[in-house]
């Protein structure tokens, strides 16, 4: 997932347990912009 903290871009991995019916987060951090296309959607080739 990507969201936005005022004007800091963050990405979320997560995950879904179905048995326990629960989404883990995994990590959170803030994407290197050099990797990144401008809204930090994909990353650059």
Aim: proline share 7%; aromatic share 14%; glycine share 4%.
């Amino acid at each position: 997932m990507r969201g936005w903290r005022d004007d800091r871009p963050l990405h979320v991995v997560a995950t879904y347990n179905a048995q326990g019916d629960e989404e883990i987060v995994v990590t959170v951090y803030e994407p290197y912009p050099a990797l990144w296309e401008d809204e930090f959607t994909s990353r650059k080739r």
